[in-house]
């Protein structure tokens, strides 16, 4: 058993397992002299990047460095600081207008912090245009201005963009770490937030999403249980359909209401009649250019959602490896043991690492955009639990 994990204090209260990545934003907090103008977080997704991005923006403006409890320290973290401004896109990429908009701001003094921060999420998404504009105001920095960048890792950002700032790792935190954030701030039972932590692999949001939402457990729990369920290929096709289903109905859930919502307020803004059975052209092409950007989101989220499923469906594969070989590294599916143990008798460890290559390829053919189905259906086929075993 390893000890309950110490939680960091003060404004870094909700960084979890980076204690050394604290260590050295609270240095760089404590001498201004040794202050850069421009960080790069980095992390794997769910580790909290952008929470430890805020954490800093509190610290800088802190008259204690980072207590937690002052006005500077949670208008920081709560995103309303009149010197803190935050950049989060949903959108496929950052564009040269908002980038420009941004490095407008960022030549202006703070207005009552001892900073003017600016924390770009998404950094990934700066386009190389974007990030060109950008790049002019990390070579000309503006006096107590400061860029927190957020990405996932060092190669997914301009290389220029990343020789100009300094580069902060943040790790995959730990199980028991997560799962404590998780107790101590959203109230969640020790023993959900464990289940949540350990089936999330640690990702802080969907750590979350499985500890407060049945519904998402329930299309975990269906997807885990694909793996014993391919016996022939009609299983495959049907499975590989189950796959793209779970992750559309999670779309559904996440953004439906909210597209609804934007078409709305749009309609508003032009000052157009919704219940119109036609609109004015100019409303029209506003309406058109709506659709299609939340089009492509959707397909984004979809393609998200089903990389997060195969995510889910190899560590079985992983597990009943772990099983095999009597390691005594914990399950990530703990909660689904009798599918592991399945998993583990029918597969030789061959096959298990075949099939978790197959579900990696599949991950890889997404990403690269073939349509999902058809990469679902080929990783299906090969994931036919074998017979006789
Ligand atoms: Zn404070």
Redesign the pocket.
């Known amino acids: 058993m390893t000890s309950p994990p110490v939680a960091a204090r003060g ?1 870094w209260r909700d960084v979890v397992g980076q204690p050394e990545t604290i260590a050295a934003l609270e240095r760089a907090v404590a001498d201004p002299a040794s202050m850069t103008h421009a960080w790069l977080f980095t992390g794997p997704p769910g580790s909290g990047r952008s929470v430890a991005a805020r954490a800093f923006a ?1 610290a800088l403006q ?3 460095g ?5 006005r ?2 949670r208008t920081a973290l709560d995103g309303t600081h009149a010197d803190v401004d935050v950049l989060s896109t949903e959108a496929l990429s950052i564009g040269v207008a908002q980038t420009r908009d941004l490095v407008q701001l960022a030549g202006r003094s703070p207005s009552i912090g001892r900073y003017r921060v600016i924390l770009v999420e998404d950094a990934d998404r700066l386009t190389e245009q974007s990030g060109n504009v950008l790049l002019k105001a990390l070579e000309e920095p503006t006096p107590r201005t400061v860029w927190l960048l957020c990405a996932p890792s060092l190669e997914d950002v301009l290389i220029t963009v990343r020789s100009r700032s300094r580069h902060v790792r943040l790790r995959t935190p730990p199980v028991a770490e997560v799962a404590g954030l998780l107790n101590r701030r959203d109230g969640i039972d020790l023993g959900m937030a464990t289940y949540a932590a350990r089936a999330a692999q640690s990702h802080i949001g969907l750590a979350k999403r499985l500890a407060t939402d049945e519904g998402a457990r329930i299309r975990r729990r269906d997807t885990i249980g694909l793996a014993v369920r391919i016996r022939g290929v009609s299983d495959a096709v049907g499975a590989a359909a189950d796959l793209l289903q779970i992750a559309e109905q999670e779309r559904d859930r996440s953004l439906e209401a909210r597209s609804t919502h934007e078409r709305e307020r749009l309609l508003e803004t032009l000052g157009a009649d919704p219940a119109a059975r036609t609109q004015p052209p100019h409303v029209r092409a506003q309406i058109n250019a709506l659709a299609k950007e939340q089009k492509t989101r959707a397909t984004r989220f979809t393609r998200d959602m089903v990389d997060r499923a195969l995510v889910d469906l190899m560590s079985v594969y992983r597990d009943a490896l772990v099983l095999r070989a009597g390691s005594p590294v914990g399950l990530v599916n703990e909660d689904a043991r009798p599918v592991v143990e399945e998993v583990a008798t029918a597969f030789t460890a061959e096959g298990l690492l075949r099939a978790m290559e197959a579900i990696a390829t599949a991950r890889e053919r997404i990403e690269a955009n073939v349509a999902p189905l058809l990469a679902l259906e080929a990783m299906a086929v090969a994931l036919r639990v074998p017979a006789g075993r």
Do not use: L, Q
Not at 66 to 70: D, K
């Open positions: 404004v509190g802190c008259p204690d980072g207590c937690g409890e002052c500077e320290c």
